[in-house]
């Protein structure tokens, strides 16, 4: 095989990596939806070869689960993974907000571009929710590319792929947005354009906090959900597969 043709394969891959996240993060393929390697390939018009092995990368970082002598499946959206990836943002974003705000003056564009984005976001009263989600992890991304740290960014960036698919569903987004909603975007971003770095690390984390606290209740307040036995979510224990996984009314 000559460097070209594994350079090319290479591409190939990661194309299907991308292309089958945002299905997975939109609902194209919701949870624990069953499907073969074949079925991928047919529907993103490739080879067998990259989209085996972009399906092998996804299960390594836990978006779909290898089912023996059968195909994939999709892994199921729970309670316990959201609250682990809050616990992975509340660690980590307001960091990289504090770092943000010490480097902001070196990337005024970046900068620009948060402003521009609380301006779309404060503006639109029902903005259309996949543009939405693109729109959100661009801007939290963008603060994790000004923190500085590569590392700090490129966890922080599949900790935000991953909360995305709890943004897509409808149990989430049951009411609707509000022109010049309070997300507390605008304050998190003016704190670290003023190069106030303890203002920020406060605003994220109180930020995440309240996310993490609206879409519980949410959830809770849900169909999909309502026939959960609440005695299971006591402190040190999991939920069972069956009573887990949320699902869309």
């Known amino acids: ?9 290479a591409s ?3 194309r299907a990596v991308s292309e089958i996240r945002q299905r997975v993060i939109h609902g194209e393929l919701p949870p ?7 079925e991928i390939a047919g529907q993103l018009q490739m080879s067998k070869a ?3 092995e972009a399906l092998a990368a996804l299960r390594r970082l836990g978006w779909v689960e290898a089912i023996p002598r059968s195909g994939y499946r999709v892994a199921p959206v729970t309670l316990r993974g959201m609250q682990d990836l809050f616990d992975l943002r509340l660690w980590l974003e307001p960091e990289a907000a504090a770092l943000a705000a010490k480097r902001a003056s070196r990337y005024p564009d970046h900068v620009a571009a948060l402003r521009e984005f609380c301006d779309r976001e404060e503006g639109e009263s029902q903005p259309d929710l996949s543009a939405w989600l693109t729109d959100h992890y661009r801007a939290h991304r963008r603060i994790a590319v000004l923190s500085g740290n590569a590392e700090l960014d490129r966890v922080l960036s599949g900790v935000l792929l991953k909360m995305e698919r709890y943004h897509a569903l ?9 022109a010049g909603a309070d997300s507390g ?3 998190l ?6 190069h106030d770095a303890t203002t920020a690390r406060e605003l994220a984390a109180a930020h995440i906090k309240l996310s993490r606290d609206q879409a519980v209740a949410a959830i809770l307040d849900s169909e999909a959900l309502r ?4 005695a299971t979510l006591g402190q040190g224990s999991r939920l069972n597969d069956g009573e887990s996984q949320m699902r869309t009314a």
């Open 189 to 194: 971003v003016e704190a670290i354009a003023a």
């Open 12 to 14: 190939m891959s990661e």
């Open 50 to 52: 990259p989209v085996r």
């Open 185 to 187: 975007h605008r304050e």
């Open 227 to 230: 026939t959960v036995d609440l």
């Open 1 to 9: 095989m000559t460097v070209e043709t594994e350079s090319s394969n």
């Open 32 to 38: 624990g939806a069953s499907f073969s390697e074949a």
């Open 170 to 178: 409808d149990v989430m987004n049951h009411a609707p947005r509000t």
